[in-house]
């Protein structure tokens, strides 16, 4: 099952604004994403499904194995950006910029609490960043991320090094949602049972919105 997130249909109504959106056989739409289309009064349908196929010389795949793939798929997603987390710093710390690197390992330090969590079936603990909380971080980066869209014209500002990797590791992160909702989307009631997951991840991403919006000038927070 493929989930289409509000970061997809923003990005692709940036290119070209629609005023329809046909949801392919298979698929489904994040509750962001729809809010996303109801906001601009786009019109969501689904496409007819194709006349069934007939049954393929191999065995179909349980939903047991296809769950455990799954999963599987989710750890190595979070793995990977773990890693990125790490790289970053690295990358950072080398170039001379020792404050960005260490903000960059303590948000690393909070994703790997998220993993943690996901793998041990718990509650992630609550983020705070630069002594906010979680709610404080959520108002100040309200929106933000629609602001700080970033392309090759930035690569040449002096700070251009430290965009580029910050937008890399935001959007790594993006691709953890449709993973988490693809383990634990409930069809019957319609929702994600691991909302929390999600809900931190976004918090990070938030973060590292508000880094790039500093490397790019922005005076809208101080230290």
């Known amino acids: 099952m493929k989930f289409i997130t509000e970061m997809e249909l923003r990005d692709l109504y940036k290119r070209e604004p629609f ?19 109801v906001d601009r009064r786009v019109t969501l349908t689904t496409a007819q499904a194709d006349a069934p196929r007939k049954a393929s010389a191999g065995k179909p795949l349980k939903t047991e194995e296809r769950e455990k793939w799954c999963n599987l798929r989710l750890q190595r997603r979070m793995d990977s950006i773990e890693s990125l987390f790490i790289l970053i710093a690295a990358e950072l710390l080398h170039s001379g910029n020792a404050l960005m690197s260490e903000e960059i390992m303590s948000l690393g330090h909070c994703f790997r609490n998220v993993a943690k969590a996901e793998q041990e079936q718990t509650a992630p603990d609550i983020i705070q960043f630069w002594g906010w909380t979680a709610e404080e971080i959520k108002n100040r980066a309200d929106n933000l991320e629609k602001f700080v869209d970033i392309s090759d014209f930035h690569v040449g500002l002096e700070n251009g090094k430290e965009i580029a990797l910050l937008h890399y590791l935001r959007a790594s992160l993006r691709e953890v949602e449709p993973a988490i909702l693809e383990v634990y989307w409930n069809e019957e009631k319609q929702d994600c049972s691991r909302q929390d997951l999600i809900d ?15 490397c790019l000038g922005g005076q809208k927070w101080k230290r």
Not at 19 to 37: D, S
Not at 200 to 214: D, E, H, P, S, Y
């Open 19 to 37: 005023t329809t959106y046909v949801l392919e056989p298979g698929t489904k739409i994040t509750p962001g994403a729809r809010q996303f289309l």
């Open 200 to 214: 931190a991840v976004n918090l990070i991403i938030n973060i590292i919105c508000m880094m790039m919006w500093k």
